[in-house]
């Protein structure tokens, strides 16, 4: 079955670095794009980042200034996310999310179960 | 960047009511719209793509329809494992985008 496993998540201070990790399993994964997407503390979901199937595309959220970039290692089947200079409005629990591959869809079909990275001095 | 504006933010029904929820995009989006439910402590879980179409495995209670910039996701007869909070989310261009979500309440 499908699985999306993040990690690399914890308690970081403001203007560090931190990089998650997704481990992906039970599908083919080098076919699929991925996105991140992230969800503060009792707050909605704000759409993170997206790779294209091959890494060869990429896409941010405006408001992430520059400071985040995604990646992925085809060989591994694993997804990154580096974040640089961290700031408290970064904390949050970050999903990676596989989307979906019907054409038009436009969606994501699996999610990680997510991990919290909480930004304080 | 596409703003998506949801209606209400939260709606107290009871079980087998009908319950429909709105989402509005600040540009025509075509079909190009999910909607996820989402329970505390647990990550989204897909819906509706393509505006209308039923992901595997969801129950036909749930259905969506609309296209350009007003959709609607609707379930028939809630059910008591229905209360969740609702979102939805454009990929008509990036960054996509999510609305701010509907709290479905027990009455």
């Known amino acids: 079955q499908v699985q999306l496993i993040e990690s690399g998540g914890g308690v970081v201070q403001p203007g560090r670095s931190l990089r998650l990790s997704c481990a992906a399993s039970?599908?083919?994964?080098?076919?699929?794009?991925l996105h991140w997407v992230r969800q503060p503390p009792g707050k909605g979901l704000e759409w993170v980042a997206f790779?294209?199937?091959?890494?060869?595309?990429?896409h941010y959220s405006d408001s992430l200034k520059g400071r985040f970039t995604i990646s992925r290692d085809n060989f591994q089947s694993t997804l990154y996310l580096q974040m640089n200079s961290l700031g408290p409005d970064d904390t949050a629990v970050y999903f990676c999310?596989?989307?979906?591959?019907?054409?038009?869809?436009?969606?994501?079909?699996?999610w990680g179960q997510g991990t919290l990275v909480t930004v304080s001095a | 960047d596409i703003q998506m504006t949801q209606s209400p933010s939260s709606v107290s029904a009871s079980v087998g009511e009908r319950v429909s929820i709105s989402c509005r995009a600040s540009h025509g989006i075509g079909a190009w719209l999910a909607w996820y439910q989402q329970k505390p402590g647990k990550a989204p879980n897909l819906l509706i793509f393509?505006?209308?179409h039923l992901q595997s495995g969801v129950p036909s209670r749930f259905s969506g329809s609309g296209s350009g910039t007003d959709f609607t996701l609707t379930i028939s007869s809630l059910q008591p494992e229905d209360f969740a909070t609702y979102y939805c989310q454009q990929a008509d261009s990036f960054p996509w985008t999510f609305g701010q979500g509907t709290k479905v309440e027990f009455k």
């Open positions: 039970g599908f083919t994964f080098n076919t699929y794009s």
């Open positions: 999310a596989r989307e979906t591959s019907y054409s038009g869809a436009g969606s994501f079909d699996y």
């Open positions: 790779i294209s199937s091959d890494g060869s595309l990429k």
């Open positions: 393509g505006a209308s």
